[in-house]
């Protein structure tokens, strides 16, 4: 095969697995902001007057983490995708020569050689992500289990009518 054609094939993967990095990337941000939606949801809903007893508790706790836990593991899973295809990307461009030093720039590379680099950072976007869903996840577990309704009627506030209480 000759050498244009070479490049031409490597430069439309490149494209493709570009492409796939950013679809990944928005699917997983887009799932974490409906998981903290439904998070915002629920304690919505205990907010407004929902006192539950320690049966329900129990029960919408194992809810939550059921929930937590399986958005954790499908974040996961494009992680596992985002990933492989990291790895097929620096390839690609280690074939076009783009962290190689005087290829396409004299005396510097086209790339930081630290691109190369596949260690994660607790910095990345999956980190943040796994990071935001459970914050979510321990604050709808706080507000099952330190009911509001209860905490507000200390201050002489009806939950359930937003009323203040006269005192007796």
Not at 29 to 42: D, K, M, T
Not at 78 to 102: P, S, V
Not at 123 to 141: D, K, P
């Amino acid at each position: 095969m000759e050498k244009d054609n070479k490049i031409e094939i490597i430069l439309n993967l490149l494209n493709e697995r570009y492409a796939s990095s950013h679809k990944m990337r928005e699917r997983s941000q887009s799932f974490a902001v409906w998981i903290a939606g439904l998070g915002i949801a629920l304690i919505w809903i205990l907010i407004n007057g929902t006192n539950l007893n320690i049966s329900q508790k129990i029960l919408v706790s194992i809810l939550t983490i059921g929930l937590g836990g399986l958005s954790i593991y499908f974040i996961s899973a494009i992680q596992r995708g985002f990933d492989n295809n990291r790895a097929i990307t620096i390839k690609l461009e280690k074939l076009l020569g783009c962290y190689k030093k005087n290829e396409y720039i004299e005396d510097d590379r086209l790339f930081p050689e630290e691109y190369i680099s596949k260690n994660k950072l607790w910095s990345n976007h999956f980190s943040t992500l796994y990071c935001w869903i459970i914050c979510v996840l321990l604050i709808v577990i706080a507000f099952i289990w330190i009911n509001p309704c209860k905490t507000m009627a200390i201050t002489k506030i009806d939950c359930s009518s937003k009323e203040v209480i006269k005192k007796r």
